[in-house]
C-alpha cells in the first residue's frame, strides 16, 4: 500500500546551518507530494508541494524536488532560523478507487533550532 | 475568520464518557475529513465525508461516529471513551474529492484527555 518514511527525529541545529529531512514514499500511482509544518499548539500548514516527476517545491527557503526514480521527496534549506523550529511532515495524495484522494502522512520530523 | 475551526480545544474526561468534537469550514470546501495524531506525533486518516457523504472510513472502531449535518460541518462523537482515545484530533478539509494536487486546511486541533 502507499506509505511515507521520513528520518526519525529529532533534528537539533545551530541558527544558520544547512538542513535536510529524508522522506522516501510508496505508491501505486502517481502521487502529489507535500511538505506540511505544525508550529507548537498549532494545526499543520502546507510548506511547499510537487504535483509531478522533477518538480520542485519551494517557500519561505525551503525546497524539495520530486525524485521519482528515487522516490524520494528530500526537504532543505539552506539557513535555518530558530523560528523554524517546528515538526515537519512529508505526506503523499493519491487517487484511490471511488475517486477519492487520500493524504497520507510520514511520522513527522521535529526540528530544534538554537541561537 | 477562522478558516477550519473546531471546538473545544481542550477536553478532559473521564473513561466511559460520551463526548463530541464540532468542526466547521468556511471555505466553502466539498471534503471534510478527521485525522487522529497520537503521542509521537503520528497523523493518521480517519474519516472523510464529501458533501454529507462518508466517503473515507478507515479501521476505527465504532464508538467513533461522524456526522455531517451539511457540507460545512462535521462533528465526531466518540461513546464510551478509552484511555487510548487520549490524541490530538484534527479536522480539515479540501475544495474537493479527487483533486491529489490540492492542499489541505488544518483546524488548530482539539487535545482529548481520558483519565
Known amino acids: 500500500g502507499n506509505s511515507v518514511t521520513q528520518m526519525e527525529g529529532p533534528v537539533t541545529l545551530s541558527e544558520e546551518a544547512f538542513l535536510t529531512i529524508n522522506c522516501t514514499y510508496t505508491?501505486?500511482?502517481?502521487?502529489?507530494l507535500f511538505w506540511y509544518v505544525q508550529y507548537p499548539g498549532e494545526g499543520l500548514q502546507l510548506l511547499l508541494k510537487?504535483?509531478?516527476?522533477?518538480d520542485k517545491g519551494s517557500n519561505k527557503g525551503f525546497e524539495a524536488t520530486y525524485r521519482k526514480e528515487t522516490t524520494s521527496f528530500h526537504l532543505e534549506k539552506g539557513s535555518v532560523q530558530v523560528s523554524d523550529s517546528a515538526v515537519y511532515f512529508c505526506?503523499?495524495?493519491?487517487?484511490?478507487?471511488?475517486?477519492?484522494?487520500?493524504?497520507?502522512f510520514g511520522a513527522g520530523t521535529r526540528l530544534a533550532v538554537h541561537p | 475568520d477562522t478558516a477550519v475551526s473546531q471546538t473545544p480545544k481542550y477536553l478532559v474526561t473521564q473513561m466511559g464518557n460520551d463526548k463530541s468534537i464540532k468542526c466547521e469550514q468556511n471555505?466553502?470546501?466539498?471534503?471534510m475529513y478527521w485525522y487522529k495524531q497520537d503521542s509521537k506525533k503520528f497523523l493518521k486518516i480517519m474519516f472523510s465525508?464529501?458533501?454529507?457523504?462518508?466517503?473515507i472510513n478507515e479501521t476505527v472502531p465504532n464508538r467513533f461516529s461522524p456526522k455531517s449535518p451539511d457540507k460545512a460541518h462535521l462533528n465526531l462523537h466518540i461513546n464510551s471513551l478509552e484511555l487510548g482515545d487520549s490524541a490530538v484530533y484534527f479536522c480539515?478539509?479540501?475544495?474537493?474529492?479527487?483533486?491529489?494536487?490540492?492542499?489541505?486546511?488544518f483546524g488548530s486541533g482539539t487535545q482529548l484527555s481520558v483519565l
Open positions: 480539515a478539509s479540501s475544495p474537493r474529492k479527487g483533486a491529489t494536487n490540492e492542499k489541505l486546511f
Open positions: 505508491a501505486t500511482g502517481y502521487p502529489s
Open positions: 510537487a504535483t509531478k516527476a522533477d
Open positions: 505526506a503523499l495524495s493519491d487517487l484511490f478507487s471511488g475517486g477519492y484522494n487520500k493524504l497520507i
Open positions: 471555505l466553502g470546501h466539498d471534503t
Open positions: 465525508y464529501n458533501n454529507k457523504e462518508l466517503i
